[in-house]
């Protein structure tokens, strides 16, 4: 899997936070909360690999959790007062089970997600 086209700064400032960085350059961790609702997106890099989880601000269980490899890029997009994080080419993954190269090569990826945070928390594939 190629390295991920990214710029930490535009998660940073589409999210407004900065990252928790595990390990730098490896994995970096994002959480924001906005009217009640917690959001965590985790980004490893090196392997082209995202989690994003959605939850209820106070609740440990998440709402929901999409794993999945980014096979263009996560760019940002600023309108006129908002901005969005837009994730190229995605492959939705069961889990954090990573597909091998092989299997990687017959994924058509036709998905991208749209994540915001501002002023609310809104994710949408498109």
Excluded at 24 to 40: A, E, Q
Excluded at 62 to 73: E, H, K, Q, S
Aim: some cysteine; overall charge negative; aromatic content about 8%.
């Amino acid at each position: 899997m190629p390295l991920l086209d990214w710029d930490p700064t535009d998660v940073i400032e589409c999210l407004e936070v900065l990252p928790e960085a595990e390990e730098p350059g490896i994995d970096y961790g994002f959480s924001c909360t906005s009217d009640g609702t917690h959001l965590r997106l985790d980004v490893w890099p090196l392997e082209s690999l995202v989690a994003l989880s959605i939850y209820r601000e106070g609740v440990e269980q998440a709402i929901v959790t999409f794993w999945f490899y980014v096979l263009d890029r996560i760019r940002q997009v600023k309108h006129t007062s908002e901005s969005c994080l837009l994730f190229e080419r995605v492959v939705l993954l069961a889990g954090p089970n990573p597909l091998d190269d092989d299997e990687l090569k017959h994924v058509k990826a036709e998905l991208s997600l749209r994540l915001q945070a501002r002023p609310r928390i809104q994710a949408a594939f498109v």
